[in-house]
Structure formats: structure tokens, C-alpha cells
């Protein structure tokens, strides 16, 4: 006998992990996503070519400590398809790419990128974010909303002065923040600099981000791909009534995972605390260029690089948006002769050319790195361009406990309309998780007393 039937609106990193964790406590699970594929901002595609290869269309890295991400991976026999990157990054200045290990920052120092005082203050910097955060975790937020009140760039000079800021941020970052780091959040730079401080590992999947929510849903008899959700309320006898353009369910919780933006218009019946929620959350607007390439790029320090990242004042612009890229090499994807270089532009850059056509962007990109790789545009084979309106939730100082508050409001209260998702915790695969996990938890707490 089932103790109950939950259904979970989307089917990102949140909704499969609520999916999983609610079919092992025995509920019965209904999935219903709008895209005909799951995995929502962790979605992938195949891309065939002479060596077929999966793409990340968003999110792409898992790193070590996703507590609720990394059971997950082993429990569904994935563990195998995790790829832990390469230690390297390179980062280009004046005329050449530099490769530096950055497992050990020293390689800064020796490859003469930055002066000894500037590593000195990096080191300091590490320490003191080691001690500040240690121990926490990020997924519950804690101690980084203090950060999360001007941009990265601020942080960075504030942290490592002018010196540290231009040549140390982006390879601070393992060289796997590719963002316009003027328009990052500080509340991103002090969880990559915790990191760093860990020496977390880092892993991208070989079939894709995709396949972690893939497999978490496995269990789930009932995902139904294609079907926008189009409303959200309480029907009679206190069941969670759930609208599609097919049929109405009647359910005795429902989780909602997708961006509040959104769900603001489909929650009929929120709570005081989550209609406060739906309305103040707010997002940043990403675009993610990946262009592929038919061979490898020819500069030899790239060999071995995962990441190639050129300093502030030395990155191309273009529609006034500045364009760091990263770089991967075939041996850190199974993409054979081809290469995939991955562009992001943020905020808002990406706000502005949201509407603008592919080719508009995809031009103007390829010309800006062509003048850092001046043999790409021959290799050039393809370009995919991902839009994400809603990337990455917005938080402002004080939230911390407006979110604690909401959900310690979503643990008592007597609504069957839960709301998860990463905007709800922190804005990575492991917040997002951490959420799912949280949803379901109170879930399944409150049908077993
Ligand atoms: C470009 C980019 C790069 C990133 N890089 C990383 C990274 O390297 N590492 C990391 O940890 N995190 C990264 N992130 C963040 C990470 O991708 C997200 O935090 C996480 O995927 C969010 O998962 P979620 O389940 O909360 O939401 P989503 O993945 O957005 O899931 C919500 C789902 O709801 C569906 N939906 C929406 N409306 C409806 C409706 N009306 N009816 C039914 N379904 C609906 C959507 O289609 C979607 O599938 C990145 C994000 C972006 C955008």
C-alpha cells in the first residue's frame, strides 16, 4: 500500500531528487515537465559527429561536496560516467596562453603572471575564507549572503587588489568561471573561492549533466515529458489539484521546482510566505555559446588546459558585453578531433541580446575570439546558442532569513503546495538537490506520523 501520491512539477536537479528520495519512501510519483526532455538548466544533447559527444547546454560541473547529488550518482550507477577535470587552466596575456596547475597557485607566481605581492595577498585571502567558511555549507546558505552586495569584480580588488583582481580572478576560479565577472554576484565569488579553500574536486559527466536527473527519475513510473503544468491549487479536501491541458489531478502534495518568475503565474492558492517568496525572487539572464570546432586549436599551451581564461582588460567586447571563454580539450571530453570552445555572457550583456537572432551573436562572438585564437574561424563546424532568461536566481542581503523563515513556513504549514528548486537554497545542482531533498523530507515526515 502507497502512503501517498505526490506529484512534482519539473524535472531539473530538484525534481528528480524529490522524485527519487519520495518513490524510496514509498510514494506513488507523478513527474510532469513542460520540455519534451528532462533535466531543465542541467539539460544535454547529443551532438554526432565522427565522435559523438554530449553537450551541457547549462550547468556542467558537480563538485565533490553535493551532498545530495553525489548519493544520488553512486545509488544509480553512474558513479562510473563522473570524469574528474584536469588540474589545469590556462589563462592568456599578452601574447600567449599560460597554462597554470591550479593545484598549486604557485604556478602564478613562477609563470611570472602576477607579482610576488599579489600572490601573497591571494594566499592571505584563501586562508581567511578557509577560516570564515570552513565547515559551512554553502547549500544552506549561512554566511554568504554578507558578500551578496556588489559585484564580483569589487570583491576581487577588495580581496587581492588591482593586480590580483585583473590576472587572479578567473584562474582563482580554476579557470571554471567563464561569466562576465563584472556582473557576477559576489555571492558566486565567495562560493567559488570556497573551493578553492576546499580543493574540491571537480567533475563533468560523460553523458552529459543530463544524465544525473535521468537517472534519478529511472525509479519513477510516471514522468510525463511535454506537458506544461498550467495551474496549481487546492481542490477539495485539502488535495493539491495540478492542471494540464489534458486533465486535472487531484494529489496529496505537489512540489513545485520551476523558477518562481514562473510559478508566480500558475500557484492559485500560495501561502502569505510563499507569494511573497514568488514575488520577490528575481534572476540573472545567462547565454551560453558553444562553438565546435573540426580540430583542435594549434597553440600548444592549450594542450592539457581545461580551461583557457583571458584577464579583464585583455577580454573581448562586443555590444559593449565582455566575452571570457573556457576551453576544453579532447581529453577532458570524449570529442575526438573536434573541440568544443563554450562562451558565456551574463546579466546584462545577456539581458540586452536575449532577443537578438543566433547569427547576430554567434558572428560577433567568433570574430571577438578570433582575435585570441585567429585560426578558430577556419575550424569552425557549428554554433549552438542556449538562452537562459531565468539562469540563476538573484539574492540580496537580508534574504537569509526570509528564506529560513520560508521554510520553516513550508515545514509547519497546512498547504498540500510546496515550492523547491534552486532559488530556494543556493544556485548550483547541489542547492537545487538540497531543496528537492528538503521538500520531500517534510513530505514524507508529515505522511508517516
Ligand atoms: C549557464 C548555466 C551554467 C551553470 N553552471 C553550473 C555548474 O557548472 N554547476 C552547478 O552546480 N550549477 C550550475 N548552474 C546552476 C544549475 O544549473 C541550477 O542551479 C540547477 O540546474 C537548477 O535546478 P532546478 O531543478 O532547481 O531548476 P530547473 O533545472 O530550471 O528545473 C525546472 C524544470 O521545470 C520545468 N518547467 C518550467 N515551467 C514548467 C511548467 N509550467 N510545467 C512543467 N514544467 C515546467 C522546466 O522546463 C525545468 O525542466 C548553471 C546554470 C546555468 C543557467
Redesign the pocket.
Given at each position: 500500500m502507497h502512503i501517498g501520491h505526490v506529484g512534482i512539477?519539473?524535472?531539473?536537479?530538484?525534481?528528480a531528487v524529490a522524485a527519487h528520495n519520495l518513490v524510496k519512501a514509498g510514494f506513488v510519483v507523478t513527474v510532469?515537465?513542460?520540455?519534451p526532455q528532462?533535466?531543465?538548466?542541467?539539460r544535454s544533447t547529443l551532438v554526432n559527429g565522427a565522435l559523438p559527444f554530449f553537450q551541457d547546454h547549462?550547468?556542467?560541473?558537480?563538485?565533490d561536496h553535493?551532498e545530495d547529488v553525489m548519493p544520488l550518482i553512486k545509488e544509480t550507477g553512474i558513479a562510473d560516467d563522473m570524469i574528474e577535470i584536469e588540474p589545469y587552466t590556462a589563462t592568456f596575456r599578452g601574447d600567449r596562453f599560460r597554462r597554470i596547475n591550479r593545484k598549486n597557485s604557485g604556478t602564478v607566481y613562477s609563470e611570472e603572471l602576477v607579482s610576488p605581492r599579489a600572490c601573497s595577498q591571494v594566499e592571505n585571502a584563501y586562508r581567511h575564507m578557509a577560516q570564515r567558511v570552513g565547515g559551512l555549507d554553502p547549500n544552506r546558505y549561512t554566511a554568504w549572503y554578507e558578500f551578496d552586495n556588489g559585484s564580483a569584480d569589487w570583491w576581487f580588488r577588495r580581496s587581492y587588489g588591482e593586480e590580483g583582481a585583473a590576472y587572479l580572478a578567473e584562474p582563482v576560479f580554476n579557470g571554471l568561471f567563464f561569466h562576465a565577472m563584472q556582473y557576477a554576484p559576489e555571492i558566486y565569488a565567495a562560493w567559488m573561492i570556497s573551493h578553492l579553500a576546499r580543493r574540491d574536486r571537480w567533475h563533468i559527466m560523460r553523458r552529459g549533466t543530463q544524465s544525473i536527473p535521468e537517472a534519478g527519475l529511472r525509479c519513477v513510473r510516471d514522468v510525463r515529458l511535454n506537458?506544461?503544468?498550467?495551474e496549481i491549487g487546492i481542490g477539495a479536501e485539502g488535495k493539491a489539484l495540478v492542471r494540464t491541458a489534458d486533465e486535472t489531478l487531484m494529489l496529496d502534495a505537489v512540489i513545485v521546482?520551476?523558477?518562481p518568475p514562473?510559478a508566480a503565474g500558475?500557484i492559485s492558492a500560495p501561502t502569505v510566505r510563499q507569494k511573497l517568496f514568488l514575488k520577490n525572487t528575481h534572476y540573472w539572464s545567462?547565454i551560453?555559446i558553444n562553438l565546435l570546432l573540426s580540430s583542435r586549436l594549434s597553440d600548444p599551451n592549450l594542450n592539457n588546459a581545461a580551461m583557457a581564461m583571458i584577464p579583464a582588460e585583455e577580454r573581448c567586447f562586443f555590444h559593449n558585453c565582455p566575452a571570457a571563454f573556457s576551453l576544453e580539450s579532447g581529453k577532458h571530453k570524449a570529442i575526438g578531433a573536434q573541440e568544443l570552445l563554450g562562451t558565456?555572457l551574463m546579466s546584462h550583456s545577456a539581458e540586452r541580446l536575449m532577443q537578438e537572432p543566433d547569427d547576430i551573436i554567434a558572428q560577433a562572438v567568433i570574430k571577438d575570439l578570433a582575435h585570441f585564437v585567429p585560426d578558430m574561424p577556419h575550424k569552425l563546424r557549428d554554433v549552438h546558442i542556449t538562452r537562459?532568461p531565468?539562469?540563476?536566481p538573484k539574492r540580496s542581503p537580508g534574504e537569509l532569513l526570509e528564506l529560513t523563515r520560508f521554510w520553516w513556513d513550508q515545514e509547519i504549514q497546512t498547504s498540500p503546495i510546496y515550492i523547491a528548486?534552486?532559488?530556494t537554497s543556493f544556485?548550483?545542482?547541489?542547492?537545487?538537490a538540497w531543496?528537492?531533498k528538503k521538500a520531500s523530507n517534510i513530505i514524507a515526515k508529515r505522511f508517516c506520523r
Open positions: 512539477v519539473g524535472a531539473g536537479m530538484a525534481g510532469i515537465e513542460k520540455e528532462c533535466g531543465g538548466r542541467a547549462g550547468g556542467q560541473f558537480i563538485l553535493y506537458t506544461p503544468v498550467l521546482t520551476i523558477p514562473e500558475i545567462t551560453v558565456h537562459w531565468l539562469a540563476i528548486g534552486d532559488s544556485p548550483t545542482f547541489g542547492g537545487a531543496s528537492g
